[in-house]
């Protein structure tokens, strides 16, 4: 059986840090592509940023490029999102999912890494808190 179990979410204050930690079983991370996404409450599953297991294959959304940077362990099984100078409005429940191949940003909405519909598996969820 297919699980995502995300950890590492918490209170944080404006300007600090977190490390959120998605741990994966039932399957081998090699081949998939590994994404992590997050949602207020009232507003839409927001992508964050997607990688792969090939060199130059991880994307960011514009809103934490700079701030967040996801990076994977495939021997632990696990994908990480390291996030820094956090913002109120970054308060939400963060995700981690994942879909078998790399992550694409191309044109076919229907397979670019931040369409929720492209991932195949889904945690459920640790929430995130930022003070301001």
């Known amino acids: 059986e297919v699980q995502l179990v995300e950890s590492g979410g918490g209170l944080v204050q404006a300007g600090g840090s977190l490390r959120l930690s998605c741990a994966a079983s039932?399957?081998?991370?090699?081949?998939?592509?590994l994404g992590w996404f997050r949602q207020a409450p009232g507003k839409e599953r927001e992508g964050l940023s997607c990688i792969y297991n090939v060199a130059n294959n991880t994307y960011y959304a514009d809103s934490v490029k700079g701030r967040f940077t996801i990076s994977r362990d495939n021997a632990k099984k696990t994908v990480y999102l390291q996030m820094n100078s956090l913002k109120p409005e970054d308060t939400a429940v963060y995700y981690c999912?994942?879909?078998?191949?790399?992550?694409?940003?191309?044109?076919?909405?229907?397979?670019?890494?931040?369409?929720?519909?492209?991932?195949?598996?889904w945690g459920q969820g640790t929430q995130v808190t930022v003070s301001s």
């Open positions: 999912a994942t879909f078998l191949g790399p992550c694409d940003e191309g044109s076919d909405y229907s397979i670019r890494w931040t369409t929720v519909g492209r991932y195949d598996y």
């Open positions: 039932g399957f081998t991370l090699d081949d998939y592509g």
